[in-house]
């Protein structure tokens, strides 16, 4: 496996660990009360989410100069308004309208009156698109801010990503990093059983980004990784899906179906039990 070795950051805080236990366990929650769906992708990517809310992104009020990350799995907004509110940038109370009629927070990445998320998202292909976008106006206005793009693998599948993919080397895009949530499940079966996408690192480098593949739940891992800015960078983050809760873990079931109320207490529990 390949990681960023350089620069390294020896120390960390347990800031963005706290995020994703939290988020965890609020994600269940959400999405039991919703009888809403994608627990499974939301508990893959939430280590990834943790460590650049918690840890990395450089998040303010002038949104010219600030970072910017588009969450194109948009079907993970569960985990993804989870780890927004125990990071503090939504108030936590929120998460109880989760897929209620007229919340703000629909089931889907939902930009509504939130200033954090750049661009409402789920219908899968359109974030790097417009990453593109923002990081090229970004290169063109002389800032220093970066644009994160987190995917799912089964988005691969999309035309518009290696459109994007081409773009991306022939603008220089040094401020773009792509991160590929790579579960291996998309819909009803396996990456691989639906359109195959191995050897997923070579067609990326193929179109000339810097290409590295980590423990997408290993927080040091994934900061390291972020903090190695020069790209344009695909970081391809081995997860698992359902990640934290052994009966939902690589199982197709939870790409959709939400925990019962029984399977919600035993989730909560598993997790809770990890800590002791």
Known sequence: ?????????????????????????????????????HIGSSLSVIDILAVLFGDILCLLPDKLKSDC??????????????VMAHAGLIPIELLETFGVNGSILGGHVTHNENPTIELSTGSLGHGL???????????????????????????????????????????????????????????????????SLEPLAEKWRAFNWKVLTINGHSHLQLANSFSNIDGPLCIIAD??????????????????????????????????????
């Open 1 to 37: 496996m390949e990681i960023n070795s350089t620069p390294t950051i020896l120390k960390m805080s347990d800031k963005s660990l706290k995020i994703a236990l939290n988020a965890r366990l609020s994600a269940l929650r959400m999405t039991n009360t919703a009888k809403s769906a």
């Open 69 to 82: 990350i588009i969450v194109s799995k948009g079907h993970a907004a569960a985990g993804t308004y989870a």
């Open 129 to 195: 698109p417009y990453g593109i976008g923002v990081a090229y106006s970004q290169l063109k206005s002389g800032l220093n801010n970066k644009t994160f793009v987190v995917m799912s693998d089964g988005e691969c599948d999309e035309g518009t990503t290696w459109e994007s993919a081409l773009m991306a080397n022939h603008f220089k895009l040094k401020n773009l990093i792509v991160i590929i949530d790579r579960n291996r499940i998309q819909s009803l079966s396996g990456t691989e059983n639906v359109l």
């Open 239 to 276: 997860t698992i899906k359902g990640k934290g809760v052994s009966f939902m873990e690589n199982q197709v079931l939870w790409h959709y179906r939400p925990p019962s109320n029984e399977e919600l207490a035993l989730a909560i529990n598993e997790i809770e039990d990890g800590l002791e």
